[in-house]
């Protein structure tokens, strides 16, 4: 007979959804129903199914996304929103991850791309694909205290761009970026070209990104690794900070 002792030892082992429903099926008279192997079968899936929702809530923390609510079933489609559904979905099931691809959001400030990006940043954590998600202005700013510091962060910071399997960059070229980071983002985008996927949002089209960036060598060769071959959403529609503003309120 199995007593709390038993139970215990399922959490000791680090097993304790199946010890949870393994005190269900024993709890519950319609299992009897099941056959040996069956109920086997469906403590295994129990297991499984909260191990890997520890690890998807593991890789939406260490994306730092900042609406880690963000999720696909959530983005609005209004008639007058340039957003199609179905483009939505097919980028929700990753294929173009494995592909190493670049996909460009373009949107006037309110329209919602941040949450598009994200949304498709919590579908890669879904799928079990890392993620970081970040500012260009952030990333800057991570690298230039990196630097300051001398201590070897600043080649582990790098590292840590270049190599995460989907890299989301927001408020793209919003401001201009110095010589340096121009460099920086030349060094990540030149390692994750081909190897990695990225996200680009922007308010502004690549053909505007050349005023910020210093040296129009340096900014060939940063809008040739990213422009060149992406994926495009150019996202119009209403503001959605209005929308929702307005809906809570009716609310």
């Known amino acids: 007979m199995l007593t709390e002792e038993h139970f215990e030892l ?12 393994l ?10 129903r099941f056959t040996f192997e069956e109920k086997m079968e469906m403590l295994i899936d129990a297991e499984a ?17 900042k609406d880690p609510s963000a999720c696909v079933e959530d983005v609005v ?25 670049v996909v460009v959001v373009i949107s006037k400030t309110g329209c919602g791309k941040s949450f598009v990006v994200q949304a498709l940043g919590n579908a890669a954590c879904r799928r079990l694909i890392p993620v970081r998600y ?6 800057c700013d991570d690298l230039n205290r990196a ?14 761009y270049k190599s995460v399997a989907l890299l989301l960059v927001d408020d793209f070229m ?33 053909n505007e990104w050349y005023l910020r960036i210093e040296g129009e060598l340096m900014a060939d060769s940063i809008l040739n690794r990213i422009a060149t071959g992406a994926r ?18 009716a609310d």
């Not at 399922?10 to 429903?21: C, L, N, S, V, W």
């Not at 005190?23 to 009897?32: A, K, L, P, T, W």
């Not at 199914?49 to 996304?65: G, H, I, N, Q, T």
């Not at 630097?147 to 840590?160: H, I, T, V």
């Open 10 to 21: 399922f959490r000791q082992f680090r097993i304790k959804a199946m010890g949870d429903k």
């Open 23 to 32: 005190r269900e099926m024993v709890e519950d008279e319609s299992y009897d």
């Open 49 to 65: 199914a909260a191990r890997r929702e520890r690890k998807v809530a593991k890789l939406v923390k260490d994306a730092r996304f």
């Open 77 to 101: 489609y209004l008639p007058d929103r340039t957003l199609a559904k179905d483009r939505i979905n097919r980028l929700a099931r990753c294929e173009w991850i494995g592909e190493s691809e």
């Open 134 to 139: 970040t500012r260009l202005a952030d990333i």
């Open 147 to 160: 630097r300051a510091a001398k201590d070897g962060s600043y080649f582990e910071k790098m590292d840590a």
């Open 174 to 206: 919003t401001t201009p970026i110095s010589t340096q980071n121009s460099v920086d983002l030349f060094e990540i985008m030149e390692a994750r070209e081909g190897r990695r996927a990225t996200v680009i949002a922007s308010q502004l089209e690549p």
């Open 232 to 249: 495009y959403i150019d996202l119009e529609g209403p503001n959605m900070r209005e929308y929702f503003a307005k809906k809570r309120r």
